[in-house]
């Protein structure tokens, strides 16, 4: 079980926008985690050793910046009595960028914070599903809020979610996004989960996913940045690290207590960030204590925790047994199983074969093709 690499922690559950694809389920409502519940989940998450070297604190599961700047500071200071002076941890957050202003960049260098910024691609795509709580589109505030990150020279990535409607236009998309200057592009598939009981993706081959990803490489390329793609990014580094014997192993989600994600009244939850909130006609909820309460120890012993564990890593065996990808993938993703076929102890989801097949097939093939001529110096390097 762990070490600990992601703290996940609902700063607040509010959200400005009413994104149509959203599957969290109480985006209206306007509270803020206590420093008491930030102070309690950290203590006792370093007592109980899963903390080894470094770890990342992740806001995340409403907008963050809707917390505030003060609550930030006061939530860095809380953070730091408990954790060990050695240990090494960082801030990071995905915000819908409406919010960010200047004294928000101070914030992020002062603690400091990486910022990635929610956007789908030009006008005609985000504004139809990054809208506001009257059907507004939110890009004219997210354009803002990046020349903010820009003039005040702060690193940002961008993740962008592909509707059906995005898969026409993968071009328009990926110009749109790199003239924004983001250091890496990201792309989640929009997911069955939680309230979002479909996806316009359900009607949309697997083979017209693959090409709009495929142009996406492409278009990397052809501004001479490889692997600027997120997901490339990672199909590379799996498919290297499997060419060395190095394989990647589990997936973070499929490892008990890698991930710790604790909602806004201190109860917390493990694997997959999604399932915290969620509710299952088998599982019921997915919490399995509350900081305020009860620590690992107690989460250890708990039935619940024990029989998730082992459906989940029924679930990584069955991709063993059934997948030639599982070497790049590392087992999937726990709630993608569970939301598609009903059971963590279940092997291949729509969600997989998008996000992992299809770029798995698309970095192989054209590795191939360059072994057979000069590799271009960037993607030398990258496979060196
Ligand atoms: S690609 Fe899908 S089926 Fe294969 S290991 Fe990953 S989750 Fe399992």
């Given at each position: 079980?762990?070490?600990?690499?992601?703290?996940?922690?609902?700063?607040?559950?509010?959200?400005?926008?009413?994104?149509?694809?959203?599957?969290?389920?109480?985006?209206?409502?306007?509270?803020?985690?206590?420093?008491?519940?930030?102070?309690?989940?950290?203590?006792?998450?370093?007592?109980?050793?899963?903390?080894?070297?470094?770890?990342?604190?992740?806001?995340?599961?409403?907008?963050?910046?809707?917390?505030?700047?003060?609550?930030?500071?006061?939530?860095?200071?809380?953070?730091?009595?408990?954790?060990?002076?050695?240990?090494?941890?960082?801030?990071?957050?995905?915000?819908?960028?409406?919010?960010?202003?200047?004294?928000?960049?101070?914030?992020?260098?002062?603690?400091?914070?990486?910022?990635?910024?929610?956007?789908?691609?030009?006008?005609?795509?985000?504004?139809?599903?990054?809208?506001?709580?009257?059907?507004?589109?939110?890009?004219?505030?997210?354009?803002?809020?990046?020349?903010?990150?820009?003039?005040?020279?702060?690193?940002?990535?961008?993740?962008?979610?592909?509707?059906?409607?995005?898969?026409?236009?993968?071009?328009?998309?990926?110009?749109?996004?790199?003239?924004?200057?983001?250091?890496?592009?990201?792309?989640?598939?929009?997911?069955?989960?939680?309230?979002?009981?479909?996806?316009?993706?359900?009607?949309?081959?697997?083979?017209?996913?693959?090409?709009?990803?495929?142009?996406?490489?492409?278009?990397?390329?052809?501004?001479?940045?490889?692997?600027?793609v997120r997901e490339f990014r990672h199909a590379h580094a799996a498919i290297m690290g499997t060419v060395r014997k190095v394989p990647r192993g589990l997936a973070m989600e499929n490892n008990p207590l890698a991930i710790i994600n604790v909602d806004v009244d201190g109860n917390f939850s493990s694997f997959s960030p999604e399932l915290l909130g969620m509710k299952h006609p088998t599982h019921g909820d997915f919490i399995?204590?509350?900081?305020?309460?009860?620590?690992?120890?107690?989460?250890?012993?708990?039935?619940?925790?024990?029989?998730?564990?082992?459906?989940?890593?029924?679930?990584?065996?069955?991709?063993?047994?059934?997948?030639?990808?599982?070497?790049?993938?590392?087992?999937?993703?726990?709630?993608?199983?569970?939301?598609?076929?009903?059971?963590?102890?279940?092997?291949?989801?729509?969600?997989?074969?998008?996000?992992?097949?299809?770029?798995?097939?698309?970095?192989?093939?054209?590795?191939?093709?360059?072994?057979?001529?000069?590799?271009?110096?960037?993607?030398?390097?990258?496979?060196?």
């Amino acid at each position: 079980m762990g070490p600990l690499r992601l703290l996940i922690l609902q700063a607040t559950p509010f959200c400005n926008l009413n994104c149509t694809y959203c599957y969290l389920p109480d985006k209206t409502i306007r509270r803020r985690m206590s420093l008491e519940v930030i102070e309690q989940s950290v203590a006792r998450i370093v007592a109980s050793g899963l903390i080894h070297k470094e770890f990342s604190i992740v806001w995340h599961a409403g907008e963050p910046l809707a917390a505030g700047m003060k609550f930030y500071r006061e939530a860095d200071a809380a953070i730091r009595k408990h954790v060990p002076a050695e240990v090494k941890f960082k801030h990071c957050l995905q915000t819908n960028g409406t919010l960010i202003n200047r004294e928000w960049c101070t914030l992020f260098k002062e603690l400091p914070i990486s910022v990635g910024v929610s956007v789908d691609g030009p006008a005609f795509i985000n504004d139809k599903f990054r809208v506001d709580r009257r059907g507004k589109g939110s890009l004219a505030q997210i354009e803002q809020g990046v020349a903010h990150l820009r003039d005040a020279g702060l690193p940002f990535y961008t993740i962008s979610v592909v509707t059906k409607d995005a898969v026409q236009q993968p071009d328009a998309i990926f110009r749109y996004l790199y003239q924004l200057g983001p250091e890496c592009i990201a792309f989640n598939v929009e997911e069955i989960e939680g309230v979002h009981e479909s996806s316009s993706l359900q009607s949309v081959t697997v083979e017209e996913f693959g090409r709009f990803m495929e142009r996406m490489h492409e278009l990397s390329f052809e501004v001479g940045q490889p692997n600027l793609v997120r997901e490339f990014r990672h199909a590379h580094a799996a498919i290297m690290g499997t060419v060395r014997k190095v394989p990647r192993g589990l997936a973070m989600e499929n490892n008990p207590l890698a991930i710790i994600n604790v909602d806004v009244d201190g109860n917390f939850s493990s694997f997959s960030p999604e399932l915290l909130g969620m509710k299952h006609p088998t599982h019921g909820d997915f919490i399995l204590g509350n900081f305020l309460h009860s620590g690992i120890e107690e989460l250890k012993q708990s039935t619940k925790f024990q029989e998730m564990t082992r459906e989940i890593e029924a679930g990584v065996k069955a991709c063993q047994a059934s997948c030639e990808y599982f070497h790049f993938c590392g087992g999937g993703a726990p709630s993608n199983k569970l939301f598609e076929n009903g059971s963590f102890n279940s092997a291949e989801t729509l969600h997989c074969r998008m996000t992992k097949k299809v770029i798995t097939d698309i970095v192989l093939s054209r590795m191939e093709t360059m072994l057979a001529h000069d590799l271009p110096a960037e993607y030398a390097e990258l496979m060196a």
